[in-house]
T-cell receptor
């Protein structure tokens, strides 16, 4: 079974630039999550999708972050414009559905904002 | 406000000995707890979990203990192996929704 795929793996941008991350969840998984992990911290949930609908985006900084999952499969997370404090690893995870306890994580995208 | 706390940033043990990783939580609404393991440049992988109706769950070398009155859980690894060297995250979720709250993680180093 293929795992959660993410790209790119690494990205370096200057502040005020924009960046986009892509995630392809495990086939058949209805629920998709985006997490932000700042160095030395645990992952923090940014947004949760159930199929192509948003379940929870309470911790997403909506003035600069946006995410979509148009066809209920893969998803993109965008930051525009980026700030220095956005430097982090962005993790995508998926689960069979919202009731599943186990989430499967991708390898993450390490973003450095200079 | 940190609702899930892992107060030990790192732990070093000898191969073959027991590793004990600790986690405390403050939110009494949490009713399911998970441990994830993370290697460098990889995403976290699920290790073991426990429901609040239990006080112990065992899976091979890994055992998780839950003390609800103390709002404390621990992960025991016996015997520890060098391949267990990784960052271990404790996570918790309430029964009312399925949002995971993670601790900051503990770096475990198992020395040969």
């Amino acid at each position: 079974e293929a795992g959660v795929a993410q790209s790119p793996r690494y990205k370096i941008i200057e502040k005020r630039q924009s960046v986009a991350f892509w995630c392809n969840p495990i086939s058949g998984h209805a629920t998709l999550y985006w997490y932000q992990q700042i160095l030395g911290q645990g992952p923090k949930l940014l947004i949760q999708f159930q199929n192509n609908g948003v379940v929870d985006d309470s911790q997403l900084p909506k003035d600069r972050f946006s995410a979509e999952r148009l066809k209920g499969v893969d998803s993109t997370l965008k930051i525009q414009p980026a700030k220095l404090e956005d430097s982090a690893v962005y993790l995508c995870a998926s689960s069979l559905d919202s009731f599943s306890y186990e989430q499967y994580f991708g390898p993450g995208t390490r973003l450095t904002v200079t | 406000d940190q609702q899930v706390k892992q107060n030990s940033p790192s732990l070093s043990v000898q191969e073959g000995r027991i590793s004990i990783l600790n986690c405390d939580y403050t939110n009494s609404m949490f009713d399911y707890f998970l441990w994830y393991k993370k290697y460098p440049a990889e995403g976290p992988t699920f290790l073991i979990s426990i429901s609040s109706i239990k006080d112990k769950n065992e899976d091979g070398r890994f055992t998780v203990f839950l003390n609800k009155s103390a709002k404390h859980l621990s992960l025991h690894i016996v015997p520890s192996q060098p391949g267990d060297s990784a960052v271990y995250f404790c996570a918790a979720r309430p029964g009312s929704n399925y949002k995971l709250t993670f601790g900051k993680g503990t770096l475990l180093t198992v020395n040969p």
